[in-house]
């Protein structure tokens, strides 16, 4: 490969929700990874292949995690064309297997949209220079499979100096979204993202005992990520089962024979460890050891819950009621409020949402006293609603909406 074509080893991106790098970073940081630098919507870091193979399956807040395989340095489309055209494709995946590529420019000095026509011609490019390459060596192509791809490929394309541009090219390691745990049969109403919710969650220390109450919690996401970081059960723990049951490839690192290869001598073991963990933690939830408290007055949602905990198999440490979040007292004198109230959104729903939010702020007041609560709550006039003095507020997104993690001490 000439100059132009740089390849990188033991380096990652993982990508998380815009908010949420921080969190993310300080997770990376525990599996031992080294050298992060976090941007927006991730962090990029070095790992060894045991620490890589510790965040994919044990990261609760990243979105997708990425093998960062080499940057290409050019000026040009063409010269992008014939550059990744010199990439050795077929020692990264058969000419038999699919895959599919995502484009994104990040931010530059010169515009990128002036240089480059849009992030789906550069997709495009990138996967005709693909399959020139294997038709130059084989006389035949791969396919692209939007779907279901073996590999699946970023490229992201950045400004340097002097009017030259990096395309960096990344393998998915999974394929798919990380905050899909895989514990929800279906998905009803607005639940939350997974890894969002495993965030807020994690601003208790995870070895508090104390009970933890989900007023309004649909189909309990929040206590769901809960239960998993308390009883130390990874996020990855369906996918994992669903390895063990069907022997197949679950992650696209066990597809292609690049990644198959670099990660050979660590990944069985790390399916065990992890295996082992959530076998485990599912035991530790069935001794009831931790007091998980769900109330919705929508009897819907709460079905979906109780369906996901019998799908996986948990039995234990919840106590799920469909009640008003109003008529509950708690008769204990500490805990942890965890709550993702409605935000309202629909036409005609604010003024009743206001009124919702300034009630609960009433009765966090005088019921939950000894209690911390977490409230997460849209930005803009809403949270004032609830009428007490927060003491930390976190910018986060939710999908597209901006929100804050809202932390009350109630005395
Ligand atoms: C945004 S959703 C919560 C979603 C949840 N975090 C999840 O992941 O599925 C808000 C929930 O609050 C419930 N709710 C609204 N008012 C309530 C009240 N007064 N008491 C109990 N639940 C209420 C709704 O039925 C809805 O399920």
Redesign the pocket.
Known sequence: MTNNIELKKNSYFASCPKGLEEFLDYELAEFGTKDRNATKGGVNFTASEGAALDSLLGSRIASRMFYHYCDITMGSEQEFFEMAKQVKWEEIFRVTQSFKIHCLFGQGPTGMGVKFKSPLYLSQLLKDSICDHFREQTGIRPDVDKYNPDLEILLHISATDHDRYVAKIYFDLAGFSLAHRGYRLKSV????RENL?AAMVSLVPKDSHLPII?????????LMERALMSANIPPSFMHLRKKEVSKRAVWNLEKTPFLKQFFAKKWEKKMDYFSELAKEGIQKLGSDKFHLIG????NF?LKE?KSSLSHCNIKGSFDIRN????NFTPDFGEGVVFI????GHRLGELQETEE?YHQFGEKLKKDYKGFTAYILAPHGGLHKKIGLRTSRKIPVFNGNIECRILEYKLY
């Open positions: 109403g607005a639940p939350l919710a989900d007023p309004m919690c649909g189909s309990g996401t929040l109330l919705d007055k929508n949602p819950f009640m008003d979040a109003f993702n109230p409605p935000y919702l």
